[in-house]
């Protein structure tokens, strides 16, 4: 009988050494875990739409008073459903371009104008944007010009079928050359 209960006692400290060691491995791996979410899952870093709306912001801020026939009113923002991929030349290679746009306009009529005119938009855009150069766009001088001729062009357009300016500004809200 003596024999049995050692038995017991020996079977008894190896299952709590089992138990002992599966309880610190799942510590282990619960504080391993615990630990990665907080060093690598903070979400720091904005997102390209929270970009978007800061340069939005931002250039809401900076914008000239109205000219010409702009209605005057709140400043409104009309994004192009897509980016314009487009191929430039320059001096050693052509360059693969990506650029996201957003219109200001001012006054909700001229929101739904420009709307209503995306198509028409998105093709001036495009025929100015493919006309630059790679070299004249790794400057910010460059990129400057882009946006005034975008603007021109794009208010050239709708005043011949609007007989209005209905885009105040051509804002870049990603621009990526590769």
Known sequence: ??????????????????????????????????AYFLLFAGGDEPTEEQLAQTDAAAAEQAAPAPTGNAEIGTALYVAMPRPFVFNVPGTGRDRLVQIKVQLLVRGSENEEIAKTHIPLIEGTLLQAFSASNADDLITEAGKIELREQAVVQVQKALKEIEGKDVVERVLFTGFVMQ
């Open 1 to 34: 009988m003596a024999e049995e209960e050692l038995q017991v006692e020996e079977g008894g400290k190896g299952k709590s050494k089992m138990m002992l060691i599966i309880i610190i491995a799942v510590v282990l791996i619960g504080g391993g875990a615990a």
